[in-house]
Each structure stands twice: as structure tokens, then as C-alpha cells.
DNA sequence: TAAACGTGGAG
DNA sequence: TCTCCAAGTTT
């Protein structure tokens, strides 16, 4: 016999825990001190935040807050300059996406972000989760937010031995029952915090966690081992080439990516396309005397690994390329760059500095 | 529905 | 070195 679970007292405890033991961030307003979070920093470190850690975001929110300090300022904001922000963070249709929903804020909101779960849902990036986490912490709304970390809290305190991800729905369930009318938002916060701190993936301390006599895993003993998972696909290997170019005043010869798949809009070195089982041939977007680099990327990315072989040249004033652009070498920053492209600079730099 | 989509830190 | 995976969304 199970007994059910008490969710008031719940909630209470869970509250009480996070009135002392709150994270601080600068998207977050401290619980107890009467204001409530910008629509607009919730919105926007809650899309930086999707499958990033909080360590990852800090700066770039950070950076994007003091550049765009607004959602009229993003929606006229350039979108190369956005892009180059973003670089390095990942998942960069975020970013895209980011542009396309503040500008739809802008044009069709009057610069105000919805305060429903269900308008907040229909903007581009926006899905289940942030429009709920946004609903929850911008506008105290009791909506249902279920992230990675409340999954897992909800699998061990409910004890779920189904893998995700079909556990999905039962573990929705279980965190919308212990959803409260009062302080959604810092519930939902709250909730994410004992996920992250206390109800770790590895090495939980089940000992200060205000749910420790009501959790069913820690009973069973099985805390660390929930939530299941169903095993993941192994990642085959693709090869490429990369070839890096600079011209006699400084110029690099780059390419803007196409708008959508992997990287897209983002800046990057000419290259080949990226295969399985053999390197493709190499082919030079320009005339030059280009050599390898000796080096090459080693570079993961979600579903495969890559590897690039380096190509560098200095390239002569008059150069025309097949393909790409000159960026003045004071217009170029290494950190505008995807990581993967990023690495390919600094294997070139070397290689050329050498010359 | 399942695959695509980045990166860096932890163990 | 290598796997896991973090405040998910889109197609």
C-alpha cells in the first residue's frame, strides 16, 4: 500500500527550503523581495538556458542585457551582430529563433511579451517548457514547468522506473498535481534549484533535501539511478577540410552559412561537405598556394564527431574567390566564430604564423 | 515520431 | 580519452 503523497505539505517544505537556499543569477529576482523578474530577461535567459548550463549562460546574458537592453532594442538590432553575440553558446537556431520572436513581440505585441501560457506558446522558440517557465516566473501564473531537472526530481520522489523519454507524460503528471495557486513562479524556480543542487544527476544529497522522507527512490535506494534512459545511438565519425585563407593586408576569406541546419547563419571557413568513411576532396575557394596546417579539429557536435583536416594560404591583394568574402582583419573577431570554426582559427593562426 | 541541432564541464 | 548530459524546440 502506497500511501499518497501530502502536496500541500510539499510544496510548503519545498518553498520554505528555497526562501534560505535560492541561486543567484542575474536573470533572477530573489524570493521574498516583493518584485517580480523582467518578462524580457526571463524570456531571454530562458531560451540561452535550453539544454546550457547556468555557468554557460551568465555571460552572454550578461552581454545581450547591456547590448539590448530591451525587446524593441533586439527586434532592430542587426542580425550578423546577433548571430556573432550568440556565437559559441550552440544551437544557434536559438538565436535566430530569439530574433525572429522579438521582433514579432515588437511589431505584433506592442513590445510586450504575453502573459499566457497559450499566447506565449505561438512565438517562435518558444515551446512547452519556456512558455510555461516564462508564464510561471514572469507572471505568476501556475503553469506546469517540466525541464530536465524536474523530471528527474519527479522520477525519484514518485520512484518512476520507466526510461525517458515515454516517461515523460506520467512525470508532467506527477510535477502538474504539486503545481501550487500560490508562488507558481517561485515553485517552478525552486523546483529547478533542488534539481540542480540538492537532486544532482550524480551523487544526490539526499540528506538536505527537504523532501528526503517523502522521496520513494531514496527509500528503495535507488535515488542515483533514476531517471532511466534509453540508451542513446553511438555517434559515427565525419570528415572534412577547411580551408583558411588570409590576403596580403589582412583580410580572412569567410563565408556566411546557410540560414538554416547545422551553424546556419553563422560565419565560417570555406570548406567541404562533411562525410562518412573518407575524406571528400579538398577544394580551395580561391588561387593560392595552400598547404596543411599539420594539425587537424577534433570536434563533437549532438549526433556525430568531426574531424577537419586545416587547410591554410596567404592569398595575394588581387585575389578573386570562388566563393566567400574578404572581412578586413579589423572587423575580425575569432569570438564571433562557432566554436568548431574557432578551433580551425587557432590551428591556422599557428600554422600561418610560422610562415 | 524521431532525428537534427552545439558546447564545455564533470567524472 | 570518452561518455554523459544541462532550464528543449523544430520539422
Given at each position: 500500500?502506497?500511501?499518497?503523497?501530502?502536496?500541500?505539505?510539499?510544496?510548503?517544505?519545498?518553498?520554505?527550503?528555497?526562501?534560505?537556499?535560492?541561486?543567484?543569477?542575474?536573470?533572477?529576482?530573489?524570493?521574498?523581495?516583493?518584485?517580480?523578474?523582467?518578462?524580457?530577461?526571463?524570456?531571454?535567459?530562458?531560451?540561452?538556458?535550453?539544454?546550457?548550463?547556468?555557468?554557460?549562460?551568465?555571460?552572454?546574458?550578461?552581454?545581450?542585457?547591456?547590448?539590448?537592453?530591451?525587446?524593441?532594442?533586439?527586434?532592430?538590432?542587426?542580425?550578423?551582430?546577433?548571430?556573432?553575440?550568440?556565437?559559441?553558446?550552440?544551437?544557434?537556431?536559438?538565436?535566430?529563433?530569439?530574433?525572429?520572436?522579438?521582433?514579432?513581440?515588437?511589431?505584433?505585441?506592442?513590445?510586450?511579451?504575453?502573459?499566457?501560457?497559450?499566447?506565449?506558446?505561438?512565438?517562435?522558440?518558444?515551446?512547452?517548457?519556456?512558455?510555461?517557465?516564462?508564464?510561471?516566473?514572469?507572471?505568476?501564473?501556475?503553469?506546469?514547468?517540466?525541464?530536465?531537472?524536474?523530471?528527474?526530481?519527479?522520477?525519484?520522489?514518485?520512484?518512476?522506473?520507466?526510461?525517458?523519454?515515454?516517461?515523460?507524460?506520467?512525470?508532467?503528471?506527477?510535477?502538474?498535481?504539486?503545481?501550487?495557486?500560490?508562488?507558481?513562479?517561485?515553485?517552478?524556480?525552486?523546483?529547478?534549484?533542488?534539481?540542480?543542487?540538492?537532486?544532482?544527476?550524480?551523487?544526490?544529497?539526499?540528506?538536505?533535501?527537504?523532501?528526503?522522507?517523502?522521496?520513494?527512490?531514496?527509500?528503495?535506494?535507488?535515488?542515483?539511478?533514476?531517471?532511466?534512459?534509453?540508451?542513446?545511438?553511438?555517434?559515427?565519425?565525419?570528415?572534412?577540410?577547411?580551408?583558411i585563407?588570409q590576403?596580403?593586408?589582412?583580410?580572412?576569406?569567410?563565408?556566411?552559412?546557410?540560414?538554416?541546419?547545422?551553424?546556419?547563419?553563422?560565419?565560417?571557413?570555406?570548406?567541404?561537405?562533411?562525410?562518412?568513411?573518407?575524406?571528400?576532396?579538398?577544394?580551395?575557394?580561391?588561387?593560392?598556394?595552400?598547404?596543411?596546417a599539420?594539425?587537424?579539429?577534433?570536434?563533437?557536435?549532438?549526433?556525430?564527431?568531426?574531424?577537419?583536416?586545416?587547410?591554410v594560404?596567404r592569398?595575394?591583394?588581387?585575389?578573386?574567390?570562388?566563393?566567400?568574402?574578404?572581412?578586413?582583419?579589423?572587423?575580425?573577431?575569432?569570438?564571433?566564430?562557432?566554436?568548431?570554426?574557432?578551433?580551425?582559427?587557432?590551428?591556422a593562426r599557428k600554422a600561418l604564423a610560422a610562415d
Amino acid at each position: 500500500m502506497r500511501y499518497p503523497m501530502d502536496e500541500a505539505a510539499l510544496q510548503a517544505r519545498l518553498l520554505e527550503w528555497y526562501d534560505v537556499n535560492a541561486r543567484s543569477f542575474p536573470w533572477r529576482v530573489p524570493p521574498g523581495s516583493g518584485r517580480r523578474a523582467d518578462p524580457y530577461a526571463v524570456w531571454l535567459s530562458e531560451i540561452m538556458l535550453q539544454q546550457t548550463t547556468t555557468a554557460a549562460v551568465r555571460p552572454y546574458f550578461e552581454a545581450f542585457m547591456a547590448r539590448w537592453q530591451d525587446v524593441n532594442a533586439l527586434a532592430a538590432a542587426d542580425d550578423g551582430e546577433v548571430m556573432a553575440a550568440w556565437a559559441g553558446l550552440g544551437y544557434y537556431a536559438r538565436a535566430r529563433n530569439l530574433l525572429k520572436c522579438a521582433r514579432v513581440v515588437a511589431q505584433e505585441h506592442g513590445g510586450r511579451f504575453p502573459d499566457q501560457y497559450d499566447a506565449l506558446l505561438k512565438l517562435p522558440g518558444i515551446g512547452p517548457y519556456t512558455a510555461a517557465a516564462i508564464a510561471a516566473i514572469a507572471f505568476d501564473r501556475p503553469a506546469v514547468v517540466v525541464d530536465g531537472n524536474v523530471e528527474r526530481v519527479m522520477a525519484r520522489l514518485h520512484c518512476v522506473e520507466d526510461p525517458l523519454p515515454d516517461a515523460k507524460p506520467l512525470l508532467k503528471a506527477h510535477a502538474a498535481r504539486l503545481t501550487p495557486r500560490k508562488r507558481p513562479g517561485d515553485h517552478a524556480q525552486a523546483l529547478m534549484d533542488l534539481g540542480a543542487t540538492i537532486c544532482a544527476v550524480k551523487s544526490p544529497t539526499c540528506p538536505l533535501c527537504p523532501w528526503q522522507a517523502d522521496c520513494r527512490a531514496r527509500t528503495a535506494g535507488m535515488a542515483e539511478a533514476l531517471p532511466r534512459r534509453v540508451a542513446k545511438a553511438v555517434k559515427p565519425l565525419r570528415l572534412g577540410h577547411v580551408h583558411i585563407g588570409q590576403r596580403a593586408d589582412g583580410a580572412w576569406l569567410l563565408e556566411r552559412r546557410p540560414p538554416r541546419g547545422l551553424l546556419g547563419g553563422m560565419l565560417g571557413w570555406p570548406g567541404s561537405e562533411w562525410q562518412e568513411g573518407e575524406f571528400p576532396d579538398a577544394q580551395p575557394p580561391a588561387k593560392g598556394r595552400w598547404r596543411c596546417a599539420g594539425a587537424e579539429v577534433r570536434h563533437t557536435f549532438t549526433h556525430f564527431h568531426l574531424r577537419l583536416m586545416v587547410h591554410v594560404a596567404r592569398l595575394p591583394a588581387d585575389s578573386a574567390p570562388a566563393r566567400g568574402f574578404f572581412l578586413p582583419a579589423a572587423d575580425f573577431r575569432p569570438s564571433d566564430l562557432p566554436s568548431v570554426m574557432r578551433k580551425a582559427f587557432n590551428i591556422a593562426r599557428k600554422a600561418l604564423a610560422a610562415d
